[in-house]
């Protein structure tokens, strides 16, 4: 029965991607924008098949997406000449480079391989071709709402289904599956979803329709973001906010500067002191109570989430050790992580089998998977995403009230993710690579937009 069943499914699959390549051939840009909605909504199939991991009908869609554009590509230019000339492009481009060339020397080359593929397929379509598609910025719009009405639809599947079990804290971590695989991703796009939501409702004067819509997205948003159980989603909201204050008031780099500065310098002299307090903080994540739960973040004594995360975090730390320059390989993480393991870091939650998850690092991951330059890499990205985005929201013409707006909620979207970025990774899921990728392709296609204007007004 399971070797029919095997065949069944994988004939399916091949339906699927057939179905997939015939769509991203024929309705190209319809696709990509299918795309934004379907995101959230997507399922993992290694929940069912326990044999890999593919995220249906999004991944096959974007590697059929992949393959059209890359030959598309050959037979003409495609993609706009313009991109090639961004930063965030550059710094994409070496961080694809970097795992080309780490995954040659890498502990395991296939694994690696898989990664680099997976890593193509989410970025040839929605960074190179996105600017394509958001040449007409009503699909920049267009994308945000899909996305959102996807999320709505998996947040009210989550409310439901956490409502019958009295909104309990256990049943908070597996009730938004199928969609998402546990609380954190889920806290987490839920948090991102967060100023996208506003930045719709505020961008323009809607119609009592679309703006009752929007209320109620807020609304169920918020609920959705509270029943997560998600610390770093709550923190992130906060430095969200946070950081729209920042730019509300365009304050200059050099206070951020020396605020930052100040900041570090406080926390180096007083490191001593904020260990000892660390260590008598016994607030457990497991309380219902929204100030005890927060105060539980800095909880390293008995918080084993908490503890788990320090324990994955020096076994990158011993793995970048030992392989400072190219790294065990991209995507071995998990794979290499269990012998680096010291008892004293073990916790109640920690396995040696190779199935307990990454590094839970944006940053240190790629840094124990491909070194020194692997952790350069995603600093640039992170850098040129912000860089380019603020930027881009300061020069935009106030009277374009709602472009504007809907950068500074794509601005303030990321914020959230980069925020979880330093305590999970997820940019090797669609949940979080679709949207961030999708926005930094809005961010270029409106760039060049501006630089067109500029220089036709100079010409004038």
Same mark, same amino acid.
């Given at each position: 029965?399971?070797?029919?069943?095997?065949?069944q499914?994988?004939?399916?699959l $091949?339906?699927?991607?057939?179905?997939? +390549?015939? @769509? @991203?051939?024929?309705?190209?840009?319809y696709?990509f924008?299918?795309?934004?909605?379907?995101?959230p909504?997507?399922?993992?199939i290694?929940?069912?098949?326990?044999?890999?991991g593919l995220? #249906?009908?999004?991944?096959?869609?974007?590697?059929?997406?992949?393959l059209?554009?890359?030959?598309?590509q /050959?037979?003409?230019?495609?993609f706009p000449?313009?991109?090639w000339?961004?930063?965030?492009?550059? @710094?994409v481009?070496?961080?694809v480079?970097?795992?080309? /060339?780490t =995954?040659?020397?890498?502990?395991?080359?296939?694994?690696?391989?898989k990664?680099l593929l997976?890593r193509?397929?989410?970025?040839v379509?929605?960074?190179?071709y996105?600017?394509?598609?958001?040449k007409?910025e009503?699909?920049i719009?267009?994308?945000?709402?899909?996305y959102v009405?996807?999320m =709505?639809?998996?947040?009210?599947?989550?409310?439901?289904?956490?409502?019958?079990y009295?909104?309990g804290?256990k049943e908070?971590h597996?009730?938004?599956?199928?969609f998402?695989k546990?609380?954190?991703?889920y806290?987490?796009?839920?948090?991102?979803?967060?100023?996208?939501?506003?930045?719709?409702?505020?961008?323009?004067?809607?119609?009592p329709?679309i703006?009752?819509?929007?209320?109620?997205?807020?609304v169920?948003?918020?609920v &959705?973001?509270?029943?997560?159980?998600?610390?770093?989603?709550?923190?992130s909201?906060?430095?969200?906010?946070?950081?729209?204050i920042?730019?509300?008031?365009r304050v200059?780099?050099?206070?951020?500067a &020396?605020?930052?500065?100040f900041?570090?310098v406080?926390?180096f002299?007083?490191?001593d002191a904020i260990q000892i307090?660390?260590?008598?903080?016994?607030?457990e994540h497991t309380t219902?109570?929204f100030?005890?739960k927060?105060?539980?973040?800095?909880?390293?004594t008995?918080?084993?989430?908490n503890?788990?995360r320090?324990n994955?975090?020096?076994?990158?730390?011993? =793995?970048?050790?030992?392989?400072?320059?190219f790294?065990?390989?991209?995507?071995?993480?998990a794979?290499e992580?269990a012998?680096f393991?010291?008892?004293?870091n073990?916790?109640i939650i920690?396995?040696?089998n190779?199935d307990? &998850?990454? $590094?839970?690092?944006?940053?240190?991951?790629?840094? @124990?998977?491909?070194?020194f330059l692997?952790?350069?890499a995603?600093l #640039?990205?992170?850098?040129? +995403?912000?860089?380019? &985005?603020?930027?881009?929201?300061?020069?935009?013409?106030?009277e374009?009230?709602e472009?504007?707006t809907? +950068?500074?909620?794509?601005? #303030?979207?990321?914020?959230t993710?980069? +925020?979880?970025?330093?305590?999970?990774?997820?940019?090797?899921?669609d949940?979080a690579a679709?949207p961030?990728?999708?926005?930094? $392709?809005a961010? /270029?296609?409106?760039?060049?937009?501006?630089?067109k204007a500029k220089?036709l007004?100079?010409?004038?």
């Open positions: 029965m399971y070797f029919v069943w095997t065949d499914a994988y004939l399916s $091949a339906s699927i991607g057939l179905i997939a +390549i015939f @769509a @991203a051939v024929y309705y190209t840009e696709t924008l299918a795309i934004a909605f379907f995101t909504l997507s399922i993992n290694e929940e069912y098949t326990k044999s890999f995220f #249906l009908p999004t991944e096959p869609l974007l590697f059929g997406m992949m059209l554009l890359l030959l598309m /050959i037979k003409k230019n495609l000449v313009e991109i000339k961004n930063p965030l492009i550059w @710094a481009i070496f961080y480079f970097w795992i080309f /060339i =995954m040659i020397t890498s502990s395991s080359p296939l694994v690696s391989a990664f997976a193509l397929w989410f970025m379509p929605l960074l190179l996105g600017p394509v598609v958001f007409k009503t699909n719009r267009l994308f945000m709402w899909l009405i996807g =709505m639809i998996a947040i009210a599947y989550t409310v439901t289904i956490h409502a019958t009295a909104f804290e908070g597996w009730v938004m599956f199928p998402f546990d609380h954190t991703i806290g987490c796009m839920v948090a991102f979803t967060v100023p996208m939501v506003f930045g719709l409702y505020f961008s323009k004067k809607h119609t329709l703006q009752a819509v929007l209320l109620s997205f807020i169920l948003n918020i &959705g973001l509270y029943f997560s159980y998600t610390r770093a989603a709550w923190l909201v906060f430095a969200a906010v946070g950081v729209w920042l730019i509300h008031f200059k780099f050099s206070i951020l &020396g605020i930052t500065a900041v570090a406080s926390i002299f007083s490191w307090s660390m260590s008598k903080n016994h607030s219902e109570d100030g005890k927060l105060e539980s973040a800095t909880n390293v008995t918080d084993a989430s503890l788990e320090l994955r975090w020096s076994c990158a730390i011993s =793995m970048f050790q030992e392989r400072p320059f790294g065990y390989g991209p995507g071995t993480y794979n992580y012998r393991q010291r008892p004293e073990l916790t920690s396995t040696s190779g307990g &998850g990454n $590094a839970h690092s944006e940053f240190l991951g790629p840094m @124990a998977e491909m070194g692997g952790l350069i995603m #640039l990205i992170t850098a040129a +995403i912000f860089y380019k &985005g603020i930027t881009l929201y300061l020069q935009w013409p106030i374009e009230k472009l504007r809907l +950068i500074l909620a794509m601005i #303030l979207a990321l914020v993710y980069f +925020i979880h970025a330093f305590l999970n990774n997820f940019l090797d899921t949940k679709v961030i990728w999708g926005f930094c $392709a961010f /270029i296609a409106l760039e060049i937009r501006l630089k220089t007004i100079s010409n004038e």
